[in-house]
């Protein structure tokens, strides 16, 4: 059974850091690129940034020179290092696995993350 768990969310002031990870299993975490997918309140899902089986990195624009995903294959986890966060940054943020085909097959409950002073 595949799992996908979200951790390390919370309050931030702007301008803080978080960094969120998430714990795969029930399936070879090397073989698929992975991504971070959020919703903000009362906004559709927003993909926020991806990684690619060999480590190839995207993001959205909002969050580029910000944000760092990354991946531990011998930990099978992926991991979302945040700085510099702004109000506009707040939301639950998913885990998410690509299928064999396209799109996400695999989601994760999602952790919340709340930029506000």
């Known amino acids: 059974e595949v799992q996908l768990v979200e951790s390390g969310g919370g309050l931030v002031q702007p301008g803080g850091s978080l960094r969120l990870s998430c714990a795969a299993a029930?399936?070879?975490?090397?073989?698929?690129?992975m991504s971070w997918v959020r919703q903000a309140p009362g906004k559709g899902l927003e993909w926020v940034s991806g990684?690619?089986?060999?480590?190839?990195?995207s993001y959205v624009d909002s969050v580029k020179g910000r944000f760092t995903i990354s991946r531990d294959n011998a930990k099978n986890t992926l991991n979302l290092q945040m700085n510099s966060l702004k109000p506009e940054d707040t939301a639950v943020y998913y885990c998410?696995?690509?299928?064999?085909?396209?799109?996400?097959?695999?989601w994760g409950q999602g952790t919340q993350v709340t930029v506000s002073s």
């Open positions: 998410a696995k690509f299928g064999p085909g396209s799109g996400f097959d695999y």
């Open positions: 029930g399936f070879t975490f090397n073989n698929y690129a």
């Open positions: 990684i690619g089986i060999g480590g190839v990195t």
